[in-house]
T-cell receptor, first 114, second 113 residues
Framework: AQSVTQLDSHVSVSEGTPVLLRCNYSSSYSPSLFWYVQHPNKGLQLLLKYTSAATLVKGINGFEAEFKKSETSFHLTKPSAHMSDAAEYFCVVSDPGQGGKLIFGQGTELSVKP | SQTIHQWPATLVQPVGSPLSLECTVEGTSNPNLYWYRQAAGRGLQLLFYSVGIGQISSEVPQNLSASRPQDRQFILSSKKLLLSDSGFYLC????????????FGPGTRLLVL
């Protein structure tokens, strides 16, 4: 069965410093992996996705993630945090064995201090 | 381009009252449609998904039901709301026939009192 673990429930950074949100997955298939962002009381917005092409995936708003099969990781990074990056971030794996259903991590809340 | 709409945006309902939340998608045909619930401080739980008109799969037993009367319309309903039905309800769509990426609507905040 597929699963995803977000290693930090809350991350706090200062504006202008790097962001690292950690995600590990478990999959018996070649996975499709996603990062979504959710601002308060909003729906989820797709940041980026990995679907077995390049292992370094660039997304919107300066975010990127690297797929590392040997470490079963898909960590999200950004070189310099902006105040508007404060939100909840979800790491997600698609389960092809169940018709492409999404398996969500529990989320990481990112706070950005001025 | 495709867009997904949900309404209402917020809803306050008494316990025991009925519920109807609507989701519509524009700009695509025969999408897969999904209903999720997000309880406070938790991740998303898939409630229902549909691969076509009248085809509904339920993920968890609960007080809710779903219907898909038209290709791009997905409705979440309840005959009698419970306090535990409170939450943030999100509709999502993906391309049919193996589309992996899901795109989410703006959500409906439901408070049952």
């Amino acid at each position: 069965a597929q699963s995803v673990t977000q290693l930090d429930s809350h991350v706090s950074v200062s504006e202008g410093t790097p962001v690292l949100l950690r995600c590990n997955y478990s999959s018996s298939y070649s996975p499709s992996l996603f990062w979504y962002v959710q601002h308060p009381n909003k729906g989820l917005q797709l940041l980026l996705k990995y679907t077995s092409a390049a292992t370094l995936v660039k997304g919107i708003n300066g975010f990127e993630a690297e797929f590392k099969k040997s470490e079963t990781s898909f960590h999200l990074t950004k070189p310099s945090a902006h105040m508007s990056d404060a939100a909840e971030y979800f790491c997600v794996v698609s389960d092809p064995g169940q018709g492409g259903k999404l398996i969500f991590g529990q989320g990481t809340e990112l706070s950005v201090k001025p | 381009s495709q867009t997904i709409h949900q309404w209402p945006a917020t809803l306050v309902q008494p316990v025991g009252s009925p519920l109807s939340l609507e989701c519509t998608v524009e700009g695509t045909s025969n999408p897969n449609l999904y209903w999720y619930r997000q309880a406070a401080g938790r991740g998303l739980q898939l409630l229902f998904y549909s691969v076509g008109i009248g085809q509904i799969s339920s993920e968890v037993p609960q007080n809710l039901s779903a219907s898909r009367p038209q290709d791009r319309q997905f409705i979440l309903s309840s005959k009698k709301l419970l306090l535990s039905d409170s939450g943030f309800y999100l509709c999502a769509w993906s391309r049919g026939q193996g589309g992996k990426t899901q795109y989410f609507g703006p959500g409906t905040r439901l408070l049952v009192l």
